[in-house]
């Protein structure tokens, strides 16, 4: 017992009153930690923060009718549900339907704005995204062909019967026509088929066709590895009654190209980092024990066993890696905190694990690069250790 | 039976003898001095009978055990038990205090004892600078408690290599007054010096030139 | 005097000296190539985010406003034309450089044999092209859709003499529906003509094309009647990342920008530049971004960039410690030396001297040591992440030498100083 806290007493002696030195070693160490604890943290998280970013390619699954029918809404919100709302970025049904803009055949789509902006990051809208009712979003395209700019009046009209299939016959027969004004609240910029129509609100549409709770299909804009969306694409179109989940293989699968790259690099990265920031600690390790060879010396004149003398030179070097290591996953996760809000704008988890892995690693570290010139002090006479220099 | 006896003890570096065909015999209690000129083979003597180092030819019996026959690790264990050990550069733990340095040589030896480390320091003197760092120290003092550690755990001798040899006049005497002080209370006590004045006050003292005995001096005049 | 004390401390003190050059090589390769592949992240990732195919298409002039006039949608049959022989114009622009590829389209709607239609494209798959300036390429298709996993077959090649000159790639869906199998032949017509295609592959595109027909351009030109002419054309280009200045080029018009504005424009690689730049090239074109690909490359360029720099940084930080800190660690371990030298009578100058010029000696060997320990480093990452090696970029050189005589000296100067203010006989002492 008395043993053991003479021990101590040695130890904390060594490190409260050799100061310099030893904030020499701790910062080494703790330095190492950090590295450690940050890059494995970022390595860590980057798939999840990149794959939010990489939600603005768009939808990257689609709901379509399994039998070549219509959507209703409520099979849309079963399938939807099942996708956990944490992963789920946005979502978008659509409706399209063939309307006359004076006479001449258009395409109108229905949608939720809300959900389109999510799932379409990517849309550039001249003006103002439509607030509510008897608001349009037009393409590009179709603005210029009708030479329509913010701010203007605009008058859709849907064959309630079915749209005529010539000039002819739409002069010729009777008309069952249901028409409605809207306010160009903005122009939308795609560079994409969608600049050929018409957006206006899931209300809208049914009070122009009175048809409702119908839908051609919806984007979804998912956040989830491509194995994931597989499962949940399969999922769906089992489950649901009417409901055939498609992965949007173009988004997909680059996605998992680039993403797994970007993952391959950090790792790489933190990889060799962390090697070469290991050897640096235990350099300067090294030089801070290599400098205490004349007390190995001494303590072995004294009649130290080296086995005593290695215990007590590790006894030092765990308290340092511990302390060192501590340090170092707080300042290493404050880092990647940091580098988190600044790259992608959002907080991370704090990793509990990586605290103990941390400390180990640095306690492994640390007591390798003492034992090295300790050993070697051990291993030479005494008698030359206390007279070198 | 002698405490320690050097039989043909020689200690070769490549071509240089720095011992060359030594016999000696210490009795138990004794006070040698060994004295001789820089590269005489002084330092490889105190090393050899302290354990430290292991002659090329010849036999040492410590204490009725041939030791240089033994292995490093019994050495180690033989200089803990048997041997106090002063040296010219003190050589104390920097960082530790006066009585945490007596205290490191218990550590080693058997037990811890801070009661027993502050008596030692008192003997010496010191009982007032305990909690000091040697850098707070004088030189003197240092020794005394260089000293203090050798004595802590009863050794069967004292080896001092060039105690007085970083002192003052004053600290001479005083480190020279103790030596007296461990001499009458039986220490066997083997002194190296190039010292005359420190060689004078010894039982006995060996001259080495060359790595041989060339003389030996009785000191008459000894007083118990 | 002063150098054969420095050459005694560099040979004699070998073991520590090599330790700290070591240290210091260590820190400088880390530097090296962290800094390396910051500079490059952009143009590999770039590279990578290809895959998401084409960010600029181009149409003719007056295609936009007749293909909704007569709402050709359903058949994608365009009327106004672009010119096939001005195709390789593309690659003369001022940005042609960062054209990885494009390709024509020629769409036609083709009745098959059950009376269904279905949607025809001609395209290149990988055609060799010559221009007036010399330059040969390849282009095509291929690079554009990443994502098609050809089922069973292969790709159609221009280059390759045991493609058919009537091959054609079929749409999983649309091949599923008509029962056809790589190797058939199918017969298609059009009020032009007929012709039998040889199905040479079955791809799975996850899209609307797995309705449609894939051939090469000139069997597409020849059932829609348009030799010489095409529908449309893809580019993929390398694009910097919208800034301020190319959304206001985009949203205003290049006409808006002042002048000098005007210069910086063109001159970046800005996907409205190259859309531009490529109208200018090619008679009656518009060439509009793909919003889809170009504005969201731009965000992952710029996050990964950003992560890049911040982890550069880090290991900057942690290089320079660990070096700083060995350096001040060394040269307090020579504590005795100093106050020897300090005894001996050597002025505090000539100390420091003697001690940074080892120190700064060391530092170049290890430096150097460890630019090119970095450069395989940074290769190691290049090859292994994007199988193609990173640039190593000039300006990294004085960067790390700066980098790596800051931190020496930062490491050395305030130890010395210290040990300098000690007294000789507390030093010799051992304190």
């Not at chain 1, 379409?120 to 700019?149: F, H, I, M």
Request: hydrophobic content about 45%; proline content about 3%.
């Amino acid at each position: 017992m008395k043993k053991k806290k003479m021990f101590l007493r040695m130890i904390t002696a060594s490190l409260l009153r050799r100061r310099s030195r030893m904030l020499v070693a701790l910062l080494a160490i703790a330095v190492g930690a950090t590295i450690l604890s940050g890059l494995v943290t970022i390595y860590d998280d980057v798939p999840r923060q990149m794959g939010e970013q990489f939600r603005s390619y768009g939808a990257n699954m689609i709901f379509m009718p399994s039998n070549g029918g219509e959507l209703s809404g409520d099979s849309l919100q079963q399938a939807k549900n099942r996708i956990a709302e944490k992963q789920l970025v946005g979502y978008a049904p659509y409706r399209y339907e063939n309307i006359t803009v004076n006479e001449r055949p258009m395409m109108a789509a229905a949608t939720d704005f809300d959900g389109a902006a999510k799932t379409s990051p990517y849309w550039r809208v001249d003006g103002a995204w439509p607030s509510g009712v008897g608001e349009a979003l037009v393409g590009k395209e179709t603005a210029q062909t009708l030479a329509l700019n913010v701010g203007d009046e605009v008058t859709l009209t849907y064959d309630l019967d079915k749209t005529p299939a010539t000039a002819d016959e739409a002069a010729n027969t009777e008309r069952n026509q249901n028409s409605a004004a809207f306010h160009v609240a903005g122009i939308l910029d795609t560079g994409g088929n969608e600049e050929k129509y018409f957006f206006i609100s899931i209300e809208d549409m049914e009070a122009l066709t009175g048809k409702a709770d119908c839908f051609d299909m919806a984007e979804l804009s998912v956040t989830a590895s491509q194995n994931e969306l597989k499962t949940y694409a399969d999922d769906i179109s089992q489950h649901t009654d009417g409901v055939s989940a498609r992965l949007v293989k173009r988004v997909t699968q680059s996605e998992n190209t680039v993403l797994s790259k970007l993952q391959a690099l950090v790792l790489l990265v933190t990889v060799i980092v962390l090697l070469l920031t290991m050897i640096c600690v235990a350099t300067t390790m090294m030089a801070v024990v290599t400098e205490r060879r004349k007390e190995v010396g001494l303590r072995k004149a004294l009649g130290a066993s080296n086995k005593s003398i290695i215990v007590e030179f590790m006894g030092e070097g765990l308290l340092l890696g511990g302390i060192g290591g501590l340090l170092g996953s707080v300042f290493g996760f404050i880092f990647a905190q940091a580098v988190s809000m600044n790259v992608f704008n959002s907080s991370i988890q704090f990793r509990w694990l990586l605290i103990p892995v941390t400390v180990v690693v640095s306690v492994l570290v640390t007591g390798l690069s003492c034992l090295l010139p300790v050993r070697s002090a051990t291993d030479v006479d005494p008698a030359l250790v206390l007279k070198g220099e | 039976m002698s405490l320690l006896e050097l039989k043909n003890v020689s200690k070769i570096y490549g071509p240089l003898k720095a011992l060359d065909n030594v016999s000696l015999t210490v009795e138990n209690g004794e006070w040698l001095a060994i004295m001789g000129p820089s590269g005489s083979g002084k330092s490889t003597m105190m090393n050899i009978i302290g354990c430290m180092d292991k002659p090329s030819l010849g036999e040492v019996i410590l204490d009725g055990v041939d030791i240089s026959k033994e292995s490093s690790k019994k050495l180690t264990e033989i200089r803990r038990d048997k041997i106090g050990l002063i040296f010219q550069q003190f050589h104390l733990v920097n960082y530790l205090t006066a009585v945490e340095n007596v205290m490191v040589s218990q550590y080693y030896h058997s037990m811890p004892d801070e009661k027993e480390a502050l008596e030692a320091l008192e003997r010496v003197g010191l009982k007032d600078r305990a909690k000091h760092l040697p850098s707070q120290l004088s030189g003197g003092e240092q020794q005394r408690v260089c000293i203090a550690r050798a004595l802590i755990n009863h050794p069967e001798i004292v080896l001092a290599d060039e105690p007085t040899g970083n002192l003052d006049e004053a600290n001479e005497n005083i480190v020279i007054d103790l030596f007296r002080q461990l001499h009458r209370e039986g220490t066997t006590l083997i002194v190296v010096t190039h010292d005359p004045e420190v060689a004078e006050v010894a039982q006995r003292t060996v001259v080495l030139e060359h790595g041989r005995p060339v003389k030996e001096i009785i000191n008459e005049s000894f007083e118990e | 005097m002063f150098f054969r004390m420095i050459k005694g401390a560099l040979f004699r003190q070998k073991s520590k000296m090599i330790m700290i050059a070591v240290t210091i090589a260590l820190g400088s390769s880390l530097a090296t190539a962290m800094l390396n592949i910051m500079l490059d992240v952009g143009d590999k990732v770039n590279q990578e985010l290809k895959a998401y195919g084409a960010n600029i298409t181009v149409v003719p002039k007056e295609n936009s406003v007749l293909d909704s006039l007569y709402d050709l949608d359903d058949g994608g049959e365009s009327v106004a034309h672009l010119k096939e022989e001005d195709l390789g114009k593309i690659k003369t622009i001022f940005w042609g450089f960062n054209i990885l590829d494009f390709t024509p389209f020629v769409n036609t709607v083709v009745t098959l044999g059950d009376g269904s239609t279905a949607k025809l494209t001609g395209t290149w798959f990988n055609h060799h092209l010559a221009l007036n300036t010399g330059e040969e390429l390849d282009a095509g298709i291929h690079s554009l859709r990443s994502w098609w996993e050809i089922k069973n077959g292969q790709w159609l090649d221009e280059q390759k003499e045991s493609i058919p000159a009537n091959g054609a790639l079929i749409g999983s869906a649309l091949a599923a529906r008509l029962g056809v199998e790589t190797g058939d032949t199918l017969e298609v017509n059009t009020a032009k003509g007929s012709q039998a295609l040889q199905i040479a592959g079955v791809y799975d595109a996850g899209g609307d094309e797995d309705e449609q027909l894939f051939t090469l351009l000139p069997v597409a030109q020849m059932l829609a009647d348009c030799q010489g002419l095409i529908d449309s054309i893809e580019v993929s280009a390398l694009t910097t990342p919208d800034n301020e200045l190319a959304r206001k080029a985009a949203t205003k018009g290049p006409g808006a920008l002042s002048p000098a504005d005007y210069e910086t424009w063109y001159c970046t690689a800005y996907v409205s530049s190259i859309c531009y730049q490529i109208q200018e090239a090619i008679p009656d074109s518009v060439a509009s971004a793909v919003r889809q690909v170009a504005e969201s490359e731009g965000t992952i360029l710029d996050k990964t960039r950003l992560l890049m720099i911040l982890i550069t940084i880090l290991s900057l930080f942690g290089s320079a410690l660990g070096i700083s800190n060995l350096v001040t660690a060394s040269v307090m371990e020579r504590s005795n030396e100093i106050g020897l030298l300090k005894a001996i009578g050597a002025r505090d100058s000539r100390i420091s001297g003697i001690v940074l010029t080892e120190i700064m000696l060391t530092a170049i060997v290890g430096g150097v040591a460890g630019y090119f320990m970095g450069y395989g480093f940074a290769q190691i990452i290049g090859h292994t992440v994007f199988a193609s090696a990173i640039e190593m970029k000039p300006m990294v050189i004085p960067l790390v030498a700066v980098l790596i005589i800051i931190v020496t000296l930062a490491g050395s100067i305030p130890a010395i100083r210290m040990l300098l203010r000690l007294r000789p006989a507390e030093v010799l002492h051992g304190r």
